[in-house]
Every structure is written in structure tokens, then in C-alpha cells.
């Protein structure tokens, strides 16, 4: 069965220093995942996702089957990544979510 | 730009009333999707469509029902609210392929006397 584990429900990080926000899938075939950002007051919205290689904002995340993670990493971080990140693998055009992260930047 | 928008923000009903949350998109997408989500366990999929007048569970279908009539529309309806189903609930869209990218609406706080 499809899951997805985001094992950090909060996380704190200073102003500049670097973060990384894990996320584990379990799935048998060929996954397609991505990483959901939501800012306060905000809807949520698409950050990345794997096939693209892109980043966004200053975030990455790379896909490593052989340990079934997506971890999301961003050298420098802002006040303004303080927000709810959630994890989700795409499957048959339905998405399971993670419980997601609720990271915090301090100044 | 991609709309997803729902009726209402925030809803404040009473135990036992049927409730209908709407939903539309303006992208012409297939598939469409009802979600609650509450702190500590994420997003957890209610129903969701694949085309007009077709529905599927998702994780939590029991206590709701929904109506897709036209594309552009997706209702969920709770036939008794009742206090355990006070939550936010998102309304999303996408396209079948190539990308199963989904757009969110605003939400809906609902909250249930």
C-alpha cells in the first residue's frame, strides 16, 4: 500500500542556516512525488515535484529509491519558509499526503 | 491563472443539519477532489472524481456524499453534521495527464454545534 512518512511534525531552524525537512514513501512501482507548501492564511500550493529537477525557491529535492526518500533541503533559510510543508506521492491520479511539517525560521 | 474556488470560508452549523460545500474550477480539469484536513494527521482524501456523475472513496468517505453534475462543479454533502466533523475542508483539481498536479481552493472552516 501507498504511504507517505513526514517524521518531524514541527521544526525549527535560525535565519540562515540550512534545513532539510525528510519525507519517506513506500510504494511498489515508479513514484512520483512532490512537496506541497501551504503559508500562513494561504492555499495550498505546489512547490516541486521530482520529474521536474527544478528549484524553487531555493529548494530541492531528490529522489533516492534505494532508501525510498524525498527529503526537501535548502541551504540558507528565510523567515519567510516558515510554513506547513507536506509530502505527497502521486499514484493513479489520486495523491497521498504526508501529515506534514510545520517549519519555523527564526530571526 | 488557475481557479479553484468554494463557497463559503468560513460555516457554522448545527449538529444533525445537512450541510453542501461547493466547489469550481475554471480549468476545464477531469478530476476533482474533496479533502479535510486537520492538524496532526495531514490531508485525508473524502471522495473524489474522475468525470461527470462518477465518484470514488477515498480514506474517509463515511458520513459524506458528493454530487459532480457538470465538470466545472463538485459538491460534498454531509447528510448529518455532526461535531466530529468540524475541520477545513479543501477542494482540489487536476487534469488525467501528463501531470497529476492539483490546485487547491482557499478552504473551508467548518465548524459543526
Known amino acids: 500500500a501507498q504511504r507517505v512518512t513526514q517524521p518531524e511534525k514541527l521544526l525549527s531552524v535560525f535565519k540562515g542556516a540550512p534545513v532539510e525537512l525528510k519525507c519517506n514513501y513506500s510504494?511498489?512501482?515508479?513514484?512520483?512525488l512532490f512537496w506541497y507548501v501551504q503559508y500562513s492564511r494561504q492555499r495550498l500550493q505546489l512547490l516541486l515535484r521530482?520529474?521536474s529537477r527544478e528549484s524553487i525557491k531555493g529548494f530541492t529535492a531528490d529522489l533516492n529509491k534505494g532508501e525510498t526518500s524525498f527529503h526537501l533541503k535548502k541551504p540558507f533559510a528565510q523567515e519567510e519558509d516558515s510554513a506547513m510543508y507536506y509530502c505527497?506521492?502521486?499514484?493513479?491520479?489520486?495523491?497521498?499526503f504526508g501529515r506534514g511539517t510545520q517549519l519555523t525560521v527564526w530571526p | 491563472d488557475v481557479k479553484v474556488t468554494q463557497s463559503s470560508r468560513y460555516l457554522v452549523k448545527r449538529t444533525g443539519e445537512k450541510v453542501f460545500l461547493e466547489c469550481v474550477q475554471d480549468?476545464?480539469?477531469?478530476?476533482m477532489f474533496w479533502y479535510r484536513q486537520d492538524p496532526g494527521l495531514g490531508l485525508r482524501l473524502i471522495y473524489f472524481?474522475?468525470?461527470?456523475?462518477?465518484?470514488e472513496k477515498g480514506d474517509i468517505p463515511e458520513g459524506y456524499s458528493v454530487s459532480r453534475e457538470k465538470k466545472e462543479r463538485f459538491s460534498l454533502i454531509l447528510e448529518s453534521a455532526s461535531t466530529n466533523q468540524t475541520s477545513m475542508y479543501l477542494c482540489?483539481?487536476?487534469?488525467?495527464?501528463?501531470?497529476?498536479?492539483?490546485?487547491f481552493g482557499p478552504g473551508t472552516r467548518l465548524t459543526v454545534t
Open positions: 510504494y511498489s512501482g515508479s513514484p512520483e
Open positions: 521530482h520529474i
Open positions: 480549468m476545464d480539469h477531469e478530476n
Open positions: 472524481s474522475y468525470d461527470v456523475k462518477m465518484k
Open positions: 482540489a483539481s487536476s487534469f488525467s495527464a501528463p501531470s497529476y498536479e492539483q490546485y
Open positions: 505527497a506521492l502521486s499514484t493513479l491520479g489520486r495523491l497521498y
